[in-house]
Nanobody, 120 residues
Framework: QVQLVESGGGLVQAGGSLRLFCAAS????????MGWYRQAPGKQRELVAA???????VYADSVKGRFTIARDNAKITVNLQMNTLKSEDTAIYYC??????????????WGQGTQVTVSS
């Protein structure tokens, strides 16, 4: 089973920046699409950004121009650079990956989540 471990969350003032990291570990697998989701209190989990193995990225409209997603296929990591943070970016951020194990069916893996709090 692949494990995703996130780091980099914290408290920042509005207008500031944070970078989130996510590393995948496990045995005999390939990861296709990787992404970041977030869930604010009382709201549904939503896609923030995702990136394919060849580097094609998509972003939620609310973060376009402020957030940048990047991945390292060799190290099996994905990070999210968040600039010009706003109070509405406050949420728990989850790393997500489409995992293709060798010899079995694919599945979606999730990290444990990291809290991002933006103070106004």
């Amino acid at each position: 089973q692949v494990q995703l471990v996130e780091s980099g969350g914290g408290l920042v003032q509005a207008g500031g920046s944070l970078r989130l990291f996510c590393a995948a570990s496990g045995v005999a697998f390939r990861i296709n699409r990787m992404g970041w989701y977030r869930q604010a209190p009382g709201k549904q989990r939503e896609l923030v950004a995702a990136i394919t193995r060849d580097g094609s990225a998509v972003y939620a409209d609310s973060v376009k121009g402020r957030f940048t997603i990047a991945r390292d296929n060799a190290k099996i990591t994905v990070n999210l650079q968040m600039n010009t943070l706003k109070s509405e970016d406050t949420a728990i951020y989850y790393c997500n990956a489409d995992v293709q194990p060798i010899g079995t069916g694919s599945y979606v893996a999730w990290g444990q989540g990291t809290q991002v709090t933006v103070s106004s």
